[in-house]
C-alpha cells in the first residue's frame, strides 16, 4: 500500500491533500471490507500505517476581488448569475444554494414604522445528490444572512423571472428539485 500511494503521488504529481484524500478513501474501503466480512478482521486495515509520501505543496487560493466578481457577473447568464452571487455576496455553499426555497428569502421591506428593513436569507435547508436535508449544518449555518442590494437585485429578478412563486426551490432542475 505504501508503495502504491508513493506511486500515484509522484506519478500524478499531487499536492499532499488529494494524496490524503486517497489514502483515506482506500483505508474506508478496506475498514467497509473488514465489517463485512470481505477481507480478514484478524489482519490489521493495510491503510492504518500508511504514511503519505513529501510531495509538492498546493497552490494557494485565491479569493476574486469585487472586480472579478463584478466582471464574472456580466459575463454569464441566469440562473448561474444568482447563484455565483449567493456563493460570493452570501458566503452560501453549492448544496445550501440548491436547498433554497422562497420561504427562505425575505425581500427588502418597510416596517409598520416606515424603517426599511434589509433582505435576508435564511438556510434551512441543503441539497446534495437530489436529497433534500432539512438540517442545516450546525447552528451558524441557521443563521438570518443579510442580503446586500446588488444580491436582492439579482434575487428579486429571478424571482419574477420564476413566475413569482410563493412556495417551492429558488432554483428548480430537471426534476422540479424537490
Given at each position: 500500500?505504501?508503495?502504491?500511494?508513493?506511486?500515484?503521488?509522484?506519478?500524478?504529481?499531487?499536492?499532499?491533500?488529494?494524496?490524503?484524500?486517497?489514502?483515506?478513501?482506500?483505508?474506508?474501503?478496506?475498514?467497509?471490507?473488514?465489517?463485512?466480512?470481505?477481507?480478514?478482521?484478524?489482519?490489521?486495515?493495510?491503510?492504518?500505517?500508511?504514511?503519505?509520501?513529501?510531495?509538492?505543496?498546493?497552490?494557494?487560493?485565491?479569493?476574486?476581488?469585487l472586480d472579478e466578481l463584478t466582471t464574472?457577473?456580466?459575463?454569464?447568464?441566469?440562473?448561474?448569475?444568482?447563484?455565483?452571487?449567493?456563493?460570493?455576496?452570501?458566503?452560501?455553499?453549492?448544496?445550501?444554494?440548491?436547498?433554497?426555497?422562497?420561504?427562505?428569502?425575505?425581500?427588502?421591506?418597510?416596517?409598520?414604522?416606515?424603517?426599511?428593513?434589509?433582505?435576508?436569507?435564511?438556510?434551512?435547508?441543503s441539497m446534495w445528490h437530489g436529497k433534500?436535508?432539512?438540517?442545516?449544518?450546525?447552528?451558524?449555518?441557521?443563521?438570518?444572512?443579510?442580503?446586500?442590494?446588488?444580491?436582492?437585485?439579482?434575487?428579486?429578478?429571478?424571482?419574477s423571472r420564476s413566475g413569482k412563486p410563493?412556495?417551492?426551490?429558488?432554483?428548480?432542475?430537471?426534476?422540479?428539485?424537490?
Open positions: 500500500m505504501q508503495q502504491w500511494i508513493d506511486a500515484i503521488a509522484k506519478e500524478d504529481g499531487l499536492s499532499r491533500n488529494p494524496v490524503k484524500h486517497i489514502k483515506n478513501f482506500v483505508s474506508g474501503v478496506f475498514s467497509h471490507a473488514i465489517r463485512q466480512d470481505y477481507f480478514p478482521s484478524e489482519r490489521a486495515n493495510p491503510v492504518r500505517e500508511v504514511q503519505i509520501p513529501k510531495v509538492k505543496k498546493g497552490k494557494a487560493t485565491h479569493a476574486y476581488t464574472m457577473l456580466t459575463k454569464v447568464k441566469e440562473p448561474a448569475k444568482t447563484m455565483i452571487g449567493l456563493a460570493s455576496f452570501a458566503g452560501l455553499s453549492k448544496s445550501e444554494i440548491y436547498g433554497l426555497q422562497w420561504s427562505d428569502y425575505m425581500p427588502a421591506r418597510m416596517d409598520s414604522k416606515g424603517n426599511l428593513q434589509t433582505a435576508t436569507i435564511t438556510v434551512s435547508s433534500r436535508n432539512e438540517d442545516a449544518k450546525n447552528e451558524f449555518r441557521q443563521a438570518t444572512i443579510p442580503v446586500i442590494g446588488v444580491l436582492a437585485k439579482l434575487l428579486d429578478a429571478h424571482y410563493s412556495t417551492g426551490p429558488i432554483f428548480r432542475n430537471g426534476n422540479d428539485n424537490r
